[in-house]
């Protein structure tokens, strides 16, 4: 089973409904693991200043931050529009399939897929695959669910 929950600031309920889309979509072809989601949702995310979001996990549970603003060349903050809002949360969630299914990990520059490890320790951090995968799937799951 799989449960999330949303905490720091309040989003529009249409987020909730997208969330339970994107992970249904994301788990649809395999057995739906025991994983247990916190999205953390503020205007920036503390851990890595100048990033949409952040995720880290492992097979049962996975931790998002999301930020809501992001800050310009200038230093003026702008806050994220709807879809690329979503667009960060489902990149994240895709992330979050990743840990689940022992893909990737907090540890090293492994990816694991279909039996196979490749080390990336050596390729760009926007070119390994976790990072490939998630952000082709981030825009087809807001292109199929966000309204």
Not at 101 to 117: A, F
Request: aromatic letters at 10%; glycine letters at 4%.
């Amino acid at each position: 089973m799989i449960t999330y929950c949303v905490e720091g600031i309040t989003l529009d309920p249409k987020y909730d409904t997208f969330i339970r889309n994107v992970l249904n979509a994301l788990f649809e072809h395999s057995p739906k693991p025991s994983l247990d989601i916190l999205i953390r949702v503020a205007k920036s995310v503390k851990e890595q200043e100048g990033v949409a979001g952040l995720c880290s996990g492992d097979e049962h549970e996975s931790t998002i931050d999301i930020a809501t603003h992001f800050k310009l060349d200038c230093g003026e903050e702008c806050e994220y529009e709807p879809h690329e809002l979503a667009a960060n949360i489902a990149h994240e969630l895709v992330h979050t399939r990743q840990f689940a299914r022992d893909q990737i990990n907090t540890v090293d520059y492994v990816w694991k897929r279909n039996g196979e490890s490749i080390d990336c320790e050596h390729i760009e951090y926007d070119e390994t695959p976790w990072e490939v995968e998630a952000y082709a799937l981030e825009g087809i799951l807001t292109d199929l669910f966000w309204e």
